[in-house]
């Protein structure tokens, strides 16, 4: 041992070394990150083109079952006295928009998501979806891992008046507020919502 090296403690518990501790062979670099305001934005757009499509879609499949005398139940509360037919009617919408707002967004959105894993959004604010590793993101992926869960999920809230009227408010105030969960994720370090974990993906600059 030479003198102008440190003389070893056998008594000292070995120490990990904090660069190896912490590195991460699927960490992204910081730099192809988007900004948050980037990736509101582009989302915003994508909500506008589909739910816009997927809620006029719902309207008028609803309008035509009531024609038909298909449907149990009228949207008005005002018409509607048997509580059965409240649940049935609002399960019936959240089946039929949760249907439109997935056609739609693979009509508008999956061929795109196919070739470069952008959404109209997206493209638009340079970014893309890859996997957490950089691979490419299969679009059945990004369609029924990383959106459709979500969809229905928030898709509950046909529910909500229901769960007022019926005295269950504090449950209809919970799921509001678990809506939020979602794009509160990207406040972590990746900037990755809740439903990019859920599908191993992450947002890049393009």
């Given at each position: ?75 008005s509360f005002s018409a509607l006295n048997n509580t059965t037919e409240l649940w049935i009617d609002r399960t019936i919408t959240m089946a039929i928009f949760v249907s439109c707002s997935l ?104």
């Open positions: 041992m030479t003198s102008d090296q440190e003389p070893i403690n056998p008594f000292v518990s070995p120490q990990l070394d904090a660069t190896f501790a912490d590195a991460d062979p699927l960490a992204v670099n910081i730099n192809d990150l988007p900004s948050r305001t980037r990736r509101l934005l582009a989302a915003l757009v994508d909500l506008q083109i589909v739910q816009i499509a997927a809620v006029f879609s719902t309207k008028k499949v609803l309008e035509t079952l009531d024609y038909l005398s298909v449907r149990p139940a009228k949207a056609f739609f967004y693979i009509l508008f959105q999956g061929y795109t998501l196919t070739k470069s894993g952008e959404t109209f959004g997206k493209s638009f604010f340079g970014l893309k979806i890859v996997r957490r590793d950089g691979k490419p993101a299969s679009l059945a992926r990004l369609v029924f891992v990383r959106y459709f869960p979500l969809l229905v999920y928030c898709s509950v809230f046909v529910y909500i008046e229901l769960l007022v009227r019926h005295g269950f408010a504090i449950i209809a105030l919970a799921f509001l507020f678990s809506c939020l969960l979602d794009p509160l994720f990207i406040f972590t370090k990746e900037k990755r919502c809740l439903h990019d974990y859920l599908a191993d993906t992450i947002v890049v600059k393009a």
